[in-house]
Each structure stands twice: as structure tokens, then as C-alpha cells.
């Protein structure tokens, strides 16, 4: 289901960088060359269906890039 960010993104950690991203080969085909690192945060989402939810996102950004293929991997809870 797609969503949009309702706030900014807070506790963003870096899960993995460089050789570790295991798909970096294909962001590199995808989007262009790039130093990858896969990253998670939380953030409060608003989905299509008009629910609002704070969740944890995961997603892949590069500098010069930015941020690529966003999806909520957790649904903490319930906001509206």
C-alpha cells in the first residue's frame, strides 16, 4: 500500500553501507553510481486509505542520489 510522510523522519540508523548492501549492483544499474548505505528511521505515514500510522521505514540513499525505494517494514501504531 503506498503512503506519504506526515513528519519528518527521526532515529535514523544506518543498517548497512557499501559492499553490504546487498542490491547495490542494481541501485547502481536503477540510479547511477553510488557510495549505497540502507538506512531505517520513524516517522508518521498517511496511507491511501486515509489511516495515520507512526512506522518504521526502511530505504536505500546515496549522496547526490537520495532516497530510493521507501517502504514501512513495522506499523508502530495508530494515530487517527
Given at each position: 500500500m503506498n503512503f506519504k510522510l506526515s513528519s519528518e523522519i527521526t532515529n535514523i540508523q544506518t543498517i548497512a553501507k557499501g559492499k553490504s548492501v546487498d542490491i547495490r549492483h542494481e541501485?547502481?544499474?536503477?540510479?547511477?553510481?553510488?557510495?549505497?548505505?540502507?538506512?531505517?528511521?520513524?516517522?508518521?505515514?498517511?496511507?491511501?486509505?486515509?489511516?495515520?500510522?507512526?512506522?518504521?521505514?526502511?530505504?536505500?540513499?546515496?549522496?547526490?542520489?537520495?532516497?530510493?525505494?521507501m517502504k514501512d517494514k513495522h506499523k508502530l501504531r495508530r494515530m487517527a
Open positions: 541501485l547502481n544499474r536503477v540510479y547511477g553510481r553510488g557510495d549505497w548505505r540502507k538506512l531505517k528511521g520513524i516517522a508518521t505515514v498517511e496511507y491511501e486509505n486515509g489511516q495515520i500510522w507512526v512506522a518504521e521505514l526502511h530505504w536505500f540513499e546515496a549522496h547526490g542520489i537520495g532516497r530510493k525505494r
